[in-house]
């Protein structure tokens, strides 16, 4: 290739160690997340679990599989490594292929979330039937998650400009304002929309976010508004863009379901099986915060050093190296730190259901039961966070086949084991179901990883697959 070894000028320029990144990128992200976990609270506090809030909950998993499949789980994966690669060649490229890509990707994206609505109120007519809302909130709260998954799945986008560029600040200190916008127009709301003001609250904080995103990657690529204009011309981006994204969209819709899955079948079990279902599961985002917030910048990290591999033989082995000793470093650090933290998070399981969830409308009943299934998460808790980070590694290498094979193993196992469950344990059955899943999945991901760096240094010109 011409540019292979011709570095531009923003190339060269002295980046931020991946490890100054993530102590800079943690605890704004931890205050994001944090914020997050914040409007669950309040809503737990303000509404219990009726069975409104499990039609609320049951369109919110809906609108969060929608923005997993669309964007942050597959779009947002492969447009790093691509514009990292686009970045080498130079800030023009960088341009092109933003420009390029994010022209599809406006244009087909609203209209494939419409065609998944549709379906999703059609299967949900059988797990949710009667909700004793009227059909005119059934249409707007309907409607507003829609929105949500259209205005959340551009902000991703942007995202991903900006964290291939390694400006990580900025979204994450927004995700922590977002927290405040939402809580505030619920509390303002609720006396007069009633159970619309969630959706409502939760579009306002999307669109906080986009309003103050979307310039700062104008500026970050040297773009003006004149510039920005829709091209439909197939590009070599473009070509590589869907293709992989197709990948990503079978692997996010494999693994979104399995939480739609579990929401539906606890449905069968009674009113408040849902929300007790997503309280304990929204705790267990507390753990995978403290790691998740360093995702991006491994990603953003590793992507750079892939595309770097293209620079000449020599390097590709040295940052090879790099690489691989990087990647199992994370895995050693995640285990080392994460295993007393889980452990003593397991033990005081119930004085945290009680503090977070026993403020308002939930009875103790239902406190004692969200704890129970608590236990039962965090059991399979550790697998899951080293297969998170082994994930990222994948990505960096592009290799999309791994991940969508392992969510897919996920897939067909999942239901079965959760009908199985139920038959003894009821509720927790489900629980079970994902928390015993989370070892040979991390097996399977880590066995693939370790083969595939084998592979990598016998024949360098397959480090990236499907190109």
């Not at 999307?206 to 829709?230: A, G």
């Not at 000793?325 to 994370?330: A, D, H, P």
């Not at 980070?389 to 999942?414: D, E, F, G, M, S």
């Not at 079965?416 to 179901?433: D, K, P, R, V």
Request: net charge positive.
């Amino acid at each position: 290739m011409p540019f292979k070894h011709r570095m531009p000028n923003n190339a060269t320029k002295k980046e931020p160690s991946i490890l100054k990144n993530i102590l800079v990128v943690t605890p704004l992200s931890l205050i994001g997340r944090a914020g997050t976990f914040l409007i669950y609270i309040a809503l737990a506090n303000w509404f219990g679990d009726p069975v409104e809030m499990d039609f609320i909950y049951y369109y919110w998993g809906i609108a969060v599989f929608f923005i997993e499949m669309l964007s942050s789980a597959s779009a947002y994966s492969v447009l790093v490594p691509i514009l990292a690669e686009a970045r080498i060649k130079g800030e023009t490229e960088a341009q092109r292929c933003v420009q390029s890509i994010f022209s599809r990707y406006i244009i087909t994206m609203p209209w494939f979330c419409c065609l998944l609505v549709g379906i999703a109120w059609m299967i949900s007519q059988h797990f949710l039937p009667n909700t004793g809302l009227t059909p005119t909130t059934t249409f707007g709260i309907v409607s507003g998650f829609l929105c949500l998954a259209i205005i959340t799945s551009i902000r991703w986008m942007l995202k991903a400009v900006l964290d291939t560029y390694q400006a990580f600040q900025l979204p994450v200190i927004l995700q922590g304002l977002r927290a405040a916008v939402v809580i505030g127009t619920i509390y303002l709301c609720k006396p007069s929309l009633t159970w619309f003001s969630i959706p409502f609250a939760l579009i306002l904080g999307e669109l906080f976010q986009v309003s103050v995103l979307f310039p700062r990657c104008c500026t970050i690529l040297n773009l003006r508004m004149q510039q920005l204009k829709l091209n439909l011309q197939e590009t070599p981006y473009t070509k590589q863009f869907f293709p992989q994204c197709l990948l990503m969209i079978g692997a996010a819709i494999s693994d979104g379901l399995n939480p739609v899955v579990d929401r539906g079948m606890a449905s069968t079990l009674g009113a408040g099986s849902v929300s007790k279902l997503d309280y304990a599961f929204r705790l267990c985002a507390i753990p995978e915060t403290l790691t998740g917030v360093t995702l991006p910048v491994l990603l953003s990290h590793w992507s750079r050093i892939s595309s770097s591999e293209q620079q000449s033989e020599h390097d590709e082995k040295i940052n090879g190296t790099q690489f691989q000793r990087s990647v199992w470093q994370g895995v050693l650090i995640l285990l080392v730190l994460m295993t007393p933290f889980l452990a003593g998070f397991y033990l005081f399981r119930g004085n945290i259901v009680s503090i977070l969830y026993g403020q308002g409308e939930l009875s103790e009943v239902g406190q004692l039961h969200i704890a129970s299934l608590l236990g039962i998460y965090l059991l399979g808790m550790l697998p899951r966070l080293m297969s998170r980070l082994l994930i990222r590694a994948h990505l960096a290498r592009q290799a999309h086949r791994t991940v969508v094979a392992a969510t897919l193993i996920r897939l067909i196992l999942n239901p079965f084991l959760n009908w199985l469950f139920m038959q003894y344990w009821g509720l927790e059955g489900i629980a079970w179901s994902t928390a015993l899943l989370s070892y040979p999945i991390f097996a399977y991901i880590a066995i693939a990883f370790w083969r595939g760096g084998q592979t990598n240094k016998t024949k360098p010109e397959q480090s990236v697959p499907g190109n």
